[in-house]
């Protein structure tokens, strides 16, 4: 989306899609899920549980650490990454507030 259109929306609309965008990707959910098992810094293992290819994974890493899901430490000469939890939480409140605030009325089925 261009500048000139984000402007448009509110900063909660333009957040919320930052967010839905860095999602929107299945291998971005299987890495989520992965750190979520792991419950540590993955280092590297992505690739052999995934079958993805390694630049494919850095990729994916890249566009999950530009919203801030996943935060990296360099060891040596690889990163380690895990998921941030402070941004994790709020995440996960925002898509909850979203969701409270359109409440599904079942008795209104429009279509």
Do not use: W
Request: hydrophobic content about 40%; charged content about 25%; some cysteine.
């Amino acid at each position: 989306m261009g500048l000139t259109k984000e402007i448009l929306f509110t900063e909660y609309q333009n957040e919320m899609a930052l967010y839905a965008k860095a999602l929107a990707h299945p291998a971005r959910i299987a890495i989520l899920q992965e750190l979520f098992k792991s419950k540590t810094c993955i280092c590297g293992d992505l690739v052999n549980q995934l079958g993805l290819a390694q630049p494919t994974i850095s990729q994916h890493l890249k566009e999950l650490k530009k919203v801030n899901l996943i935060k990296g430490t360099i060891e040596g000469v690889r990163v380690c990454y895990c998921l941030n939890q402070e941004t994790l939480k709020f995440f996960s409140e925002k898509f909850k507030d979203l969701f409270e605030l359109n409440e599904i009325n079942e008795q209104s089925d429009c279509c």
